[in-house]
C-alpha cells in the first residue's frame, strides 16, 4: 500500500502546478482549522517535497497561532519539538526543523491541535506513516484533536494498523477538512 500512494505522490512531483495548486487548498483549510480551533499553541510537521502542504505550509500555519511546535527527528526513534522560527536548519533524518530549545513530547498537551503527515488514512481514523512509528509514540496518551494532511485519494476505506497505531481526530485534503 505504502508503494501505491508513494507512486501517486511522485507522478504529482512530475506535474508541479497541480501540486501546487493541491498544496495551496490543504494549507488554506489548515489554517482555516487552526483559526477555528482558537490554536494559541499547535504543532505540524515541515512537508518533504512529496509530501502534501507544499514549500509555505509551516509559514501559512505560524500565522495562525501563537506558538508552531515542529518536530525533530532523533536517534532512538523519538521525536522532540522546538518552536517554528523562519530559520530552520536541515536535521538528522534531512528534515527541516528549527534550532531552538527543545522540548519532549509533553509540550504537545499545550496545544489545540497536532498536524501530522500520513502516506494514507482510513474513514475510522487510522493512518499509514512511514512505519517508523515516531508519531504513534509522540501521540500516545495524549488528549489534543490530531489532524493527518493527505491528498483526497488517499482517504481510503482501509489502512493496515497495529495496536499500537494512534487514530485521528480529523483528515485535511484539497477538498476540505473531515471530522472522523
Known sequence: MRDEHHAYR????????????????????????LLAAGAVNAAAYHPLASEPGGAGFVAELATACRTLFLPISLADGVLAWAPYTAALVPGALGIAEPAGARFNSRVLRSCRAIIVPALAVDRSGMRLGKGAGYYDRALAGLEVPTIAVVYARELVDAVPHDPHD?????????????EL
Not at 12 to 24: G, N, S, T, V
Not at 166 to 178: F, K, Q, R
Open 10 to 33: 511522485g507522478h504529482l512531483r512530475a506535474h508541479p502546478e497541480l501540486k501546487r495548486d493541491l498544496d495551496r487548498a490543504i494549507s488554506a483549510h489548515a489554517v482555516r482549522y
Open 166 to 178: 494512534v487514530p485521528v481526530d480529523a483528515v485535511i485534503t484539497e477538498d476540505g477538512i473531515l
